[in-house]
Nanobody, 115 residues
């Protein structure tokens, strides 16, 4: 069974930074890709950033330049560094791992940016 454990959410002032962490119970190389999604109340979950098995990265256009996804293979952890945070970044962030046709999700971590 695959488990994703997220940490790093919290409250920050606008312009501040947070780093989210997602530790997976298996080697990162088991997955085709890992990443972060966000979901606002009443809206669909949407991609923030992803990193492929080979290390390639992909970002939602609105987050390019402010957010950076990275990974530590030995720690089986994927990170999302979020800089210059804005109040509109206030949502729940979910870690995601894709293995062939199966998607795995973390429990979500709340990020709140105060103005």
């Amino acid at each position: 069974q695959v488990q994703l454990e997220e940490s790093g959410g919290g409250l920050v002032q606008a312009g501040g930074s947070l780093r989210l962490s997602c530790t997976v119970s298996r080697s990162i190389f088991n997955f085709d890709a890992m990443g972060w999604h966000r979901q606002a109340p009443g809206k669909q979950r949407e991609l923030v950033a992803a990193i492929t098995n080979g290390g390639g990265t992909n970002y939602a256009d609105s987050r390019k330049g402010r957010f950076t996804i990275s990974r530590d293979i030995a720690k089986k952890t994927v990170y999302l560094q979020m800089n210059s945070l804005k109040p509109e970044d206030t949502v729940v962030y979910y870690c995601h791992a894709a293995m062939r046709s199966t998607n795995y999700w973390g429990q979500g971590t709340q990020v709140t940016v105060s103005s």
